[in-house]
T-cell receptor
Framework: KQEVTQIPAALSVPEGENLVLNCSFT??????LQWFRQDPGKGLTSLLL?????REQTSGRLNASLDKSSGRSTLYIAASQPGDSATYLC???????????FGPGTRLSVLP | ETGVTQSPTHLIKTRGQQVTLRCSSQ?????VSWYQQALGQGPQFIFQ???????GRGNFPPRFSGLQFPNYSSELNVNALELDDSALYLC?????????????FGPGTRLTVL
């Protein structure tokens, strides 16, 4: 059974810092991994999707890496801003089925 | 192109009642998946509907049931509501059941059970 964990559970940083969020999964037979952002009480906004054959994806200040063999992904946020404050979720989809297995999320606060 | 929509946005029920949540899939999508997100946790897969048939189910009791209509919109029904059913319910649509078909999420319905 696939399990996804995220570290840290919560993170508070001053504006302008670079930061790294971590995601681990137990079964390496994944098809892809996706990072989402969730504002309080809201739905999910897709940030980056990495296929299992890829090592990283970049979008603006965000960079996500994937090491499938070790069951790890990182989300790097450069020059953080208060508007980045949200919960960040990683989720994997496996060759076993279409639906996501989500981690519990990392709650990020960027202080002005 | 219209995205995934859900209704209602919020609702409040009491323990033991029944509730119906609705999801309209994105144009051209024939598959809808439902997820439950309890406070402080990641979403958990409830079930998926493809062409009006259930096509996979997570670890949820039978009092969680669903429907999909010919236009591919979907309903999630929960009977005998319990306090622990309080959560954000998300639906996601896709153009097929294969893992290569990306899922697109709706904004969610916040259910509170008192």
């Amino acid at each position: 059974k696939q399990e996804v964990t995220q570290i840290p559970a919560a993170l508070s940083v001053p504006e302008g810092e670079n930061l790294v969020l971590n995601c681990s999964f137990t079964d390496s037979a994944i098809y892809n991994l996706q990072w989402f952002r969730q504002d309080p009480g809201k739905g999910l906004t897709s940030l980056l999707l990495i296929q299992s054959s890829q090592r990283e994806q970049t979008s603006g200040r965000l960079n996500a890496s994937l090491d499938k063999s070790s069951g790890r992904s990182t989300l790097y946020i450069a020059a953080s801003q208060p508007g980045d404050s949200a919960t960040y979720l990683c989720a994997v989809r496996g060759n076993y089925g279409q639906n996501f297995v989500f981690g519990p999320g990392t709650r990020l606060s960027v202080l002005p | 192109e219209t995205g995934v929509t859900q209704s209602p946005t919020h609702l409040i029920k009491t323990r033991g009642q029944q509730v119906t949540l609705r999801c309209s899939s994105q144009s051209g999508h024939n598959t809808v998946s439902w997820y439950q997100q309890a406070l402080g946790q990641g979403p958990q897969f409830i079930f998926q509907y493809y062409r009006e048939e259930e096509n996979g189910r997570g670890n949820f009791p039978p009092r969680f049931s669903g429907l999909q209509f010919p236009n591919y919109s979907s309903e999630l029904n929960v009977n005998a509501l319990e306090l622990d059913d309080s959560a954000l319910y998300l639906c996601a649509s896709s153009s097929g059941t294969s893992v290569i078909n990306e899922q697109f999420f709706g904004p969610g319905t916040r259910l509170t059970v008192l």
